[in-house]
Structures are given as C-alpha cells and as structure tokens.
C-alpha cells in the first residue's frame, strides 16, 4: 500500500472559529501519524506565525506563504520571494493611495504605519499583535509575501498594474501580495516531489480562497462546511463546519482512518 500524505490548512480547519486548536482534532492529527499518514501543513500564515501548532502536532514539514517557502522534515526545500524591484514600486503606489503594507520573511514581519485600524483589526482577526514598524524592512531581504490593506474594489487597481503579483483577499480589508502564480499547489508539488510521495496519495483540507490550487492539484479534497461557496464544486467531499467537529468527520469519512 503507498503512503498517504494529508495537507491541513490552518485557519478555519485546523483552528476553530476562535482560533482554537480541539483537543479532538489534536488527537486525530496523532492518530493519523501513528497509522502512518505523513501529515503537513498547507497555510498562507508564515511560518513564525503557526510554530506553536506545528510543536503541538509534532509536524515538521509546511508550506507556507501560500506555497512560497516550503519545509520537508525541518529543511527548506523551496522559496519563491518576491521580487525587491516589483515590490518596490508596489509599496510606492500603496503610500500614494493611503494604503498600509505588512512584509514578511521567514522570522518576522513589519508594517509601514503605525496604529492603522485596518492592520488592527485584520492581524487582531488572527489573534496577532501589531507588528513593529520598518518600511524599509523589504529592502536587502527575502521577503515570501506581503499584505496590503485595503476593502473591497480598491484591490482591483493594483491586479491592473502590478501584474507580477497576485493579490489574495482573506480578509474585508487585507489581500495577501504574492508572486504570480504561486500558490498552495506549487509548495505541495515541490513536497511530494522531496518525499517521494505520490500527488494522487495526497489529500488537502482547507476553506478558503487561498485554498482553490490545492483542492485542484491533490488526490482528493475536502471542503470544510464554512468553505467559501467557491471553494465547494472542487472538493470530492464537504465535510461539516470546523465547529461541529467536520475535520475528524472528513478524516474518517475519506478512509484516512478507520472508525
């Protein structure tokens, strides 16, 4: 029998609505690695951001930024930054319209504005403090992905001129800024590929928009029930909302463990 491999977006699968970890799902996550399913985390999150999850889980290998800074067994095997030059002229379009920016590396992240109530209440939405500020944190560093506050439409003017990016929204006023094409799929493909693992042995569970790639790319998907609506007609299975337990339903109702 080939081994199977299981991809776990963070918030809204894993973490409950209030940003909880159950102690079922822990349980579970154990369960499946003793029964020999290799487990991983698939997240936009940076990797700073979820240290605390991974040591619960006992997990090693992520990937994170939404694919573009990937970790099989406490190794990077892959980053994809984004580039200094297009983000220069992005944060300089961002400070002209009002619009506050975050950068991210590996260990830390910065924000250009202090005490702006869009990174509040966006970073507060993921139990995160503000940052620190240095608008001059991305020059000279590898930076994975970066967030742009804004609502709405406003995000429309930048996919127009900064094509070398491409803008994810996971929250009414924050869009994540990443490298075209990137996503979560091209992290798992490089993992798979480091693990020697098989893509139609995988499996991938998430909600989000952020997850769209992934529900294309592993062997089978499952949808959380608090899915955005898009992200349903691509899953093989949907599973109950992550407060009723629809993680470790999904997990046993697609074989991954038996009752």
């Excluded at 605390?52 to 067994?73: A, C, H, P, W």
Aim: glycine residues 10%; contains cysteine.
């Amino acid at each position: 029998m080939n081994k199977k491999i299981a991809f776990f977006d963070i918030d809204g699968t894993l973490l409950n609505h209030n940003k909880e970890l159950p102690e079922e799902t822990i349980l579970t996550i154990k369960r499946l690695q003793e029964e020999g399913v290799y487990c991983a985390i698939a997240t936009g999150r940076a990797p700073f951001m979820f240290e605390d999850i991974r040591k619960t889980l006992g997990i090693e290998s992520f990937v994170s930024f939404n694919g573009q800074y990937v970790v099989f067994e406490g190794e990077v095997i892959y980053e994809n930054p984004l580039s200094t030059e297009r983000l220069t002229t992005l944060f300089e379009h961002a400070k002209q319209t009002g619009h506050p920016m975050v950068f991210m590396n590996h260990e830390e992240m910065k924000a250009t504005e202090s005490e702006h109530e869009h990174i509040s209440e966006s970073m507060g939405s993921l139990h995160f403090d503000y940052p620190d500020i240095d608008d001059a944190f991305y020059d000279g560093r590898n930076i994975y992905q970066s967030l742009i506050f804004c609502e709405g439409d406003e995000i429309e003017d930048y996919r127009g001129e900064h094509d070398a990016f491409d803008f994810i929204r996971w929250h009414p006023k924050a869009c994540d800024v990443l490298p075209g094409g990137g996503s979560k799929a091209e992290g798992i493909k490089k993992m798979i590929e480091a693990s020697g693992l098989r893509i139609e042995d995988s499996y991938g569970f998430g909600d989000g928009p952020n997850d769209k790639e992934m529900m294309e790319v592993v062997g089978t998907a499952v949808a959380m029930g608090n899915s955005i609506p898009e992200l349903k007609p691509l899953a093989d299975y949907v599973t109950d909302d992550v407060d009723e337990g629809g993680l470790v339903k999904a997990i046993h109702e697609v074989g991954l463990l038996e009752n």
